[in-house]
């Protein structure tokens, strides 16, 4: 079946050490999202990508990294540069082909930095 | 600039009926969307609304009035399982296809 996936589903790692979080999809879509919740704050985009090989930041990019070097793939690190990295975050697709812009989330990634 | 507001949070009663509502300012619109977030899982697609009006799926409906720039979701014969966030988005400007969010209604069904 086509979908996203993301793993670890809980990850953990200890403050100052870089972390990279694993999204895939298979759905063939075009573009992909990166998203952070915390409690009450929604969800609030980090990067997106367009198409492979380009990828532009969102609105909270500080202390995070992406690529797009595959149409299916796209990574996203925690780096220690980032000062609250401990949150819930939600990768998410579209294909770029008309239709009404409806996002697919993957499960998303509880990441706790102790 | 783009907003959207929605309540924080609602309670109702197992078998009753709610309505969530949404107001959202954008510079362009280009349909509405509604989605449920149960808690520690992702956001699942309800339903979108480009066109004025109703639209009834199941015990779920969305309404749409674009010169109100106001959406509803309503819930109907409520269920303990209906006790989850329900989240407004609406496209951004431009083409790059990012959706703007609302914080989200956290809604309690209580029996």
């Known amino acids: 079946d086509g979908g996203i996936t993301q793993s670890p589903k809980y990850l953990f790692r200890k403050e100052g050490q870089n972390v990279t979080l694993s999204c895939e999809q298979n759905l063939n879509h075009d573009a992909m999202y990166w998203y952070r919740q915390d409690p009450g704050q929604g969800l609030r985009l980090i990067y997106y990508s367009q198409i492979v090989n380009d990828f532009q930041k969102g609105d909270i990019a500080e202390g995070y990294s992406v690529s797009r070097e595959k149409k299916e793939s796209f990574p996203l690190t925690v780096t220690s540069a980032q000062k609250n990295p401990t949150a819930f975050y939600l990768c998410a697709s579209i294909t770029n082909r008309g239709g009404n812009n409806e996002q697919f989330f993957g499960p998303g990634t509880r990441l706790t930095v102790l | ?45 309800l339903s979108y609304n480009v066109l004025d009006g109703l639209e009834e799926k199941g015990r779920f409906s969305s309404f749409l009035s674009r010169s109100k720039g106001y959406s509803y979701l309503l819930l109907k014969e409520l269920q303990m399982k209906d006790s989850a966030s329900y989240l407004c988005a609406v496209p951004g400007a431009g083409n790059n296809r990012k959706l703007i969010w609302g914080l989200g209604t956290s809604l309690a069904v209580n029996p």
Do not use: K, R
């Open chain 2, 1 to 45: 600039g783009q907003n959207i507001d929605q309540p924080t949070e609602m309670t109702a009663t197992e078998g009753a009926i709610v309505q969530i509502n949404c107001t959202y300012q954008t510079s362009g619109f280009n349909g509405l969307f509604w989605y449920q977030q149960h808690a520690g899982e992702a956001p699942t697609f």
